[in-house]
């Protein structure tokens, strides 16, 4: 008689607190925000070319301030969201490996606002066209690139969570979302004309979708 109950409890997230929510929420916020700073820097920056330069790059210069204050809130945001998650998510599938991932991106966020870009193709304006390459400028790419497959992951585990709950069109969405990022994601290191954008376009996509999802789980 107990097992069917056990079944039940192991796919249902707990209901969450106040505090919880807010979390949770913390993560709603975050991808739509750093979307808007990022497209606003996109077309107020001089010289600034989204199928040629990443966002990344929008951290360099004058006004290179609000890309770095960008990625470190919303990388703390998502940080806050892995803490919510972690509660809400306990026992059942991506009850562990959902807040770890979703924290992975939180801190790659926050690391990659300390160790500045390299400038390249022409930004910012004035250097040359030719890319750079520097320690600091190799670990902003690595942590930026473990929070990107860590968001991908991200988006795969709690798309699985959701198939348990029975929202299957949800979680297909949730696996489209990290599939495009994947190709964003391919297509920024291979270097073809507008592998950035892809890239942005991606990660936009797949945030958003983890966003929601945390914000179903609010409910």
Known sequence: MNRPVAQASAVQPTTPSGTTR???????VAGPLFAIVALA????????NPLRHAVSQLSLGEGGWVQVA???????????CAIGLRRVLRGGRGGRWAPV????????????????ADPGNG?????????????????HLACAGIAFIALIAACFVLASRFSGMSRRGWAITGRTSGVLLAIGFAAANSG????PLAMFVGVIIAWLWVGVSAARLVR
Not at 70 to 80: E, Y
């Open 70 to 80: 960008n990625f470190a809130v919303t990388g703390l945001l998502m940080l806050a």
């Open 41 to 48: 820097q996109a077309v107020l920056r001089e010289g600034f």
């Open 101 to 116: 991932l979703i924290a992975v991106m939180g801190v790659g966020f926050v690391v990659a606002a300390l160790l500045p």
């Open 123 to 139: 930004f910012p304006p004035g250097t040359g066209s030719e890319a750079a390459f520097s320690v600091t400028g190799m670990l």
């Open 192 to 195: 073809v004309v507008g592998g």
């Open 22 to 28: 807010l979390f949770l929420l913390a993560g709603t």
